[in-house]
């Protein structure tokens, strides 16, 4: 028995060692190198003695190095079992080679996880340089996953199978929450995320389908070996399923979730743009209800495209020429029912005289880039409306995310407070959380130059977002507005006041005024006042509406 096992253990290592085409060692699990044989001294250069001990590292370029991409191809590697990819390595003298990487995690006979094989082999000759070329056009350098042009390579190769009534089907995956965890972490954090994404996205599609990433924080998957509708809608909540799964980076955990839009081809597109058109339409529609959800294209996207682009169409008009109104809504004493000040509420009538929801305008606005136009608007008639006003009423008004993101706000602020000779105690400017985390930064900045004037700040739609503390700690507030989904919910006998009992606590630490929004009914007043909640807003009080001088001179 022992004889055999020799036996065997020695052809191994004959077999492995006069390997002359093949680099092939082990790693130990913090990649140091622990054998060598004749193809690693080939390709690499090194001989045993100079690299056994040494970590693998110092086959990467120095920017890889840099940016971690040796531990994270290992760590990918122990999660998944296997990773593989191609790329330049570098020998002992420095030049650079073309290699083909497999890394496999090896278990002990107890299934202990003890190291990794390495198999490399230099391609340089094989592959002339538009081939290495090509694979670089054709994959993601971050991810390694296809880029778009490569996923449609994969659709054109299996597209012919179509014809003889196979389907396609294309999973357009977009990330919920991405950009705050990157601007929270900082980008080598965000890299790893989209890495640990991509991975997933790779187990996901396994054997029936090639994960790709399209740019930004957008991948997709096509699935391929003609899917069955059920299939389709299986592999599509095992996606959202995956990104719902926080992320570990570190000392960091990315909460990111995905929306999934699917298009499958022929129904739905016989080529690569028609589909990824309308997989982008059905996207669009899981983004708009509600997002971490999958939804399947149908024909009736295409009206609600159609409807997008005429909206659009109309609301770039209506900005070159500030075709708004603004409604006022008072915020009033709850305890006194006296009109404190009012809320500036946007309003488009577009050309047809149809009433648009700033619910539903304003993100597509702040996509088109006209909302720092839009908000210079508002800022500005609701300063000089409220100037008008007897001088104890005060004027709210909402801040955009662009608003926010661009530089020169403060004096912007300062310019119209001093041409409108409104005092800046009189104005107080409306933020949300997911505004503020687009880029915590520089939001928190501008916030503290404007609040240096002296305007106040609200935080608006407190409890439907992050509501993180640090948030309240890190930026210059003055008030925070408890959003109305709490408020209604104060009818019901649950636990929801308590929500609203710890929002009003966290105020009172940090020394700031809570106000409630959405107010509709006599008892939701009773247990906000009986809170100590005193400054209200709502239907109860008074709707959106111009403002009437009798409202502040019977006040007054
Ligand atoms: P918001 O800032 O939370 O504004 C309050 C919204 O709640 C307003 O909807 C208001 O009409 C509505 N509301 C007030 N009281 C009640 C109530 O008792 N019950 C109910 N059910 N609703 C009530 P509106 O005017 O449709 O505005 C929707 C959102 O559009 C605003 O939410 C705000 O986020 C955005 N918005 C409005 N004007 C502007 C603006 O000038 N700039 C920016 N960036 N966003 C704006
Ligand atoms: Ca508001
Ligand atoms: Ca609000």
């Given at each position: 028995?022992?004889?055999?096992?020799?036996?065997?253990?020695?052809?191994?290592?004959?077999?492995?060692?006069?390997?002359?085409?093949?680099?092939?060692?082990?790693?130990?699990?913090?990649?140091?190198?622990?054998?060598?044989?004749?193809?690693?001294?080939?390709?690499?250069?090194?001989?045993?003695?100079?690299?056994?001990?040494?970590?693998?590292?110092?086959?990467?370029?120095?920017?890889?190095?840099?940016?971690?991409?040796?531990?994270?191809?290992?760590?990918?590697?122990?999660?998944?079992?296997?990773?593989?990819?191609?790329?330049?390595?570098?020998?002992?003298?420095?030049?650079?080679?073309?290699?083909?990487?497999?890394?496999?995690?090896?278990?002990?006979?107890?299934?202990?996880?003890?190291?990794?094989?390495?198999?490399?082999?230099?391609?340089?000759?094989?592959?002339?340089?538009?081939?290495?070329?090509?694979?670089?056009?054709?994959?993601?350098?971050?991810?390694?996953?296809?880029?778009?042009?490569?996923?449609?390579?994969?659709?054109?190769?299996?597209?012919?199978?179509?014809?003889?009534?196979?389907?396609?089907?294309?999973?357009?995956?977009?990330?919920?929450?991405?950009?705050?965890?990157?601007?929270?972490?900082?980008?080598?954090?965000?890299?790893?995320?989209?890495?640990?994404?991509?991975?997933?996205?790779?187990?996901?599609?396994?054997?029936?389908?090639?994960?790709?990433?399209?740019?930004?924080?957008?991948?997709?998957?096509?699935?391929?070996?003609?899917?069955?509708?059920?299939?389709?809608?299986?592999?599509?909540?095992?996606?959202?399923?995956?990104?719902?799964?926080?992320?570990?980076?570190?000392?960091?955990?990315?909460?990111?979730?995905?929306?999934?839009?699917?298009?499958?081809?022929?129904?739905?597109?016989?080529?690569?743009?028609?589909?990824?058109?309308?997989?982008?339409?059905?996207?669009?529609?899981?983004?708009?209800?509600?997002?971490?959800?999958?939804?399947?294209?149908?024909?009736?996207?295409?009206?609600?495209?159609?409807?997008?682009?005429?909206?659009?169409?109309?609301?770039?008009?209506?900005?070159?020429?500030?075709?708004?109104?603004?409604?006022?809504?008072?915020?009033?004493?709850?305890?006194?029912?006296?009109?404190?000040?009012?809320?500036?509420?946007?309003?488009?009538?577009?050309?047809?005289?149809?009433?648009?929801?700033?619910?539903?305008?304003?993100?597509?606005?702040?996509?088109?880039?006209?909302?720092?136009?839009?908000?210079?608007?508002?800022?500005?008639?609701?300063?000089?409306?409220?100037?008008?006003?007897?001088?104890?009423?005060?004027?709210?008004?909402?801040?955009?995310?662009?608003?926010?993101?661009?530089?020169?706000?403060?004096?912007?602020?300062?310019?119209?407070?001093?041409?409108?000779?409104?005092?800046?105690?009189?104005?107080?400017?409306?933020?949300?959380e997911?505004?503020?985390?687009?880029?915590?930064?520089?939001?928190?900045?501008?916030?503290?130059?404007?609040?240096?004037?002296?305007?106040?700040?609200?935080l608006d739609d407190f409890g439907t977002g992050f509501s993180?503390?640090?948030?309240?700690?890190?930026?210059?507030?003055?008030?925070i507005k408890i959003d109305r989904s709490f408020v209604?919910d104060?009818?019901?006998?649950?636990?929801c006041?308590?929500v609203v009992?710890s929002v009003?606590?966290l105020?009172?630490?940090?020394?700031?005024?809570?106000?409630?929004e959405?107010?509709?009914?006599?008892?939701?007043?009773?247990?906000?006042?009986?809170?100590?909640?005193?400054?209200?807003?709502?239907?109860?009080?008074?709707?959106?509406?111009?403002?009437?001088?009798?409202?502040?001179?019977?006040?007054?």
């Amino acid at each position: 028995m022992a004889k055999k096992s020799i036996t065997s253990e020695l052809m191994y290592r004959l077999l492995v060692q006069s390997v002359k085409d093949y680099a092939i060692y082990l790693l130990a699990e913090d990649g140091t190198v622990l054998n060598w044989n004749a193809g690693a001294q080939r390709a690499k250069g090194y001989k045993a003695e100079e690299i056994v001990g040494k970590n693998y590292e110092c086959f990467y370029s120095k920017k890889d190095r840099e940016q971690g991409v040796p531990r994270r191809n290992l760590e990918l590697a122990r999660r998944y079992g296997h990773f593989a990819t191609e790329g330049w390595r570098y020998r002992q003298d420095g030049t650079a080679f073309w290699a083909s990487v497999a890394l496999d995690a090896i278990h002990d006979e107890d299934g202990d996880f003890i190291g990794f094989a390495k198999v490399t082999r230099d391609l340089t000759d094989q592959r002339s340089s538009e081939q290495r070329f090509r694979f670089q056009a054709l994959h993601d350098g971050l991810t390694g996953l296809p880029n778009r042009v490569g996923l449609g390579e994969h659709f054109e190769i299996q597209f012919p199978q179509i014809t003889y009534g196979s389907r396609i089907a294309l999973h357009y995956v977009d990330l919920d929450r991405f950009k705050p965890v990157n601007d929270m972490f900082g980008h080598l954090v965000g890299d790893e995320v989209l890495c640990e994404v991509a991975r997933r996205l790779e187990t996901v599609a396994g054997l029936h389908g090639v994960a790709g990433r399209l740019g930004g924080d957008e991948f997709a998957i096509l699935q391929f070996n003609s899917p069955s509708q059920s299939d389709i809608a299986a592999m599509a909540n095992d996606i959202v399923a995956a990104m719902n799964r926080p992320i570990e980076i570190g000392a960091h955990t990315a909460n990111i979730g995905a929306s999934v839009g699917v298009a499958i081809a022929p129904q739905d597109g016989d080529e690569i743009p028609a589909l990824y058109r309308s997989a982008d339409q059905a996207l669009y529609r899981a983004k708009s209800e509600g997002r971490n959800c999958v939804r399947f294209y149908d024909m009736s996207m295409n009206e609600v495209a159609l409807a997008r682009s005429l909206l659009e169409l109309k609301l770039r008009h209506a900005a070159s020429t500030c075709d708004f109104q603004l409604a006022y809504q008072p915020l009033v004493d709850g305890r006194s029912q006296e009109i404190l000040g009012y809320e500036a509420l946007l309003r488009w009538v577009d050309q047809t005289g149809v009433s648009v929801s700033p619910a539903e305008f304003v993100p597509v606005a702040e996509k088109l880039g006209l909302m720092p136009q839009i908000g210079e608007w508002v800022l500005r008639t609701a300063c000089r409306d409220a100037a008008a006003w007897a001088p104890h009423l005060t004027i709210a008004v909402n801040l955009s995310a662009t608003q926010l993101r661009g530089e020169g706000l403060a004096d912007l602020v300062g310019s119209i407070l001093a041409s409108t000779g409104l005092a800046a105690h009189r104005l107080e400017l409306e933020i949300t959380e997911t505004a503020i985390l687009e880029d915590l930064e520089s939001a928190s900045g501008t916030l503290r130059s404007v609040r240096d004037l002296g305007v106040g700040i609200a935080l608006d739609d407190f409890g439907t977002g992050f509501s993180s503390l640090a948030l309240v700690r890190a930026l210059p507030l003055t008030r925070i507005k408890i959003d109305r989904s709490f408020v209604a919910d104060l009818d019901g006998e649950d636990g929801c006041a308590a929500v609203v009992q710890s929002v009003i606590a966290l105020c009172r630490g940090y020394n700031l005024t809570a106000v409630a929004e959405g107010i509709e009914t006599e008892r939701q007043r009773e247990v906000l006042l009986a809170s100590d909640c005193l400054i209200h807003q709502g239907f109860l009080y008074g709707r959106p509406g111009p403002v009437e001088i009798e409202d502040f001179q019977r006040t007054a």
